[in-house]
């Protein structure tokens, strides 16, 4: 996993985002634990520079409430923890919001807004999203309700963070497998859906790329200049909106991360 930023931020001309020449970091998936502290200490033991974790049940809709002195703690030892420098929290996998059920609708937006809440609270640098399936209806009928759902999200963070106490946790959509009527399986739906929801929240809507399911949906990766032409499909003139992408590497083997840590970037 490696938790490379782009803020947006690479100029005209400019053949890939600033994050691609930056060092890579690595990190790992890892349990929160109870109280959340746990997940650090783990990540730091393994030499994690990045860790991403699920703050509750992944597959139960019901939400873990940490108090107010568990976010803070955890906000505490990660400015105290020298190894960690990034975490990411991942959303709910139950959540859907492109579907056409209104209740199951409802019960993913006010998921999805717990999962922030926890997100932020910890001072998260991310929580990737699965945006869910149309179920076959199309993108074009679904968009909207996915817009609505995470401007409302989004905007429900900014009410309750107070100004100037901590940066809001951005929610990076993430790249789907190419089945069924999931939504997010090429650039050009990441995109478009940037482009409905991003402009009021340009610095807290961004990417998760998942590699596995770059791979599963046809995008190859497998030689430089592949890698290339994914890493420059994130560029701002394609995703207007884009504030963050955190590129996921997963199920990549020993000798795989063998060949990137020998591989200087750019080359
Ligand atoms: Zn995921």
Not at 219 to 243: H, R
Request: hydrophobic share 40%; proline share 6%; with cysteine.
């Amino acid at each position: 996993m490696n938790g490379g930023f782009a803020g947006g931020g690479a100029g005209e001309g400019v053949a890939t985002p600033n994050w691609y020449r930056a060092p890579m970091r690595i990190g790992a998936q890892v349990r929160a634990g109870k109280g959340l502290v746990p997940a650090l200490e783990r990540g730091a033991a393994m030499g994690a520079e990045v860790i991403q974790i699920f703050t509750q049940s992944p597959r139960m809709w019901k939400p873990t409430q940490y108090g107010p002195e568990v976010l803070g703690a955890f906000r505490s030892a990660r400015r105290q923890d020298p190894t960690v420098t990034a975490t990411f929290c991942h959303a709910t996998y139950l959540i859907n919001l492109a579907t056409p059920d209104p209740e199951l609708a409802a019960k993913s937006q006010a998921c999805l807004a717990a999962n922030l809440a926890t997100a932020s609270g910890m001072g998260a640098d991310g929580l990737v999203l699965h945006i869910g399936s149309h179920r076959g209806r199309g993108l074009d009928s679904v968009l909207p309700h996915i817009a609505a759902a995470l401007i409302e999200v989004l905007d429900g963070q900014e009410l309750a963070t107070p100004a100037g106490d901590r940066l809001p946790c951005p929610i990076l959509l993430e790249n789907a497998a190419g089945t069924g009527g999931t939504v997010g399986r090429s650039f050009d739906e990441l995109a478009t859906l940037l482009d409905a929801a991003g402009k009021a929240h340009a610095t807290t809507l961004g990417v998760c790329l998942d590699t596995q399911h770059l791979w599963a949906s046809g995008i190859g990766y497998s030689s430089v200049e592949e890698a290339d032409d994914v890493v420059c499909a994130t560029m701002p003139d394609e995703f207007d909106a884009v504030g963050q992408v955190f590129v996921d590497f997963h199920q990549v083997s020993d000798d795989e991360v063998r060949d990137l840590l020998a591989t200087p970037p750019g080359s």
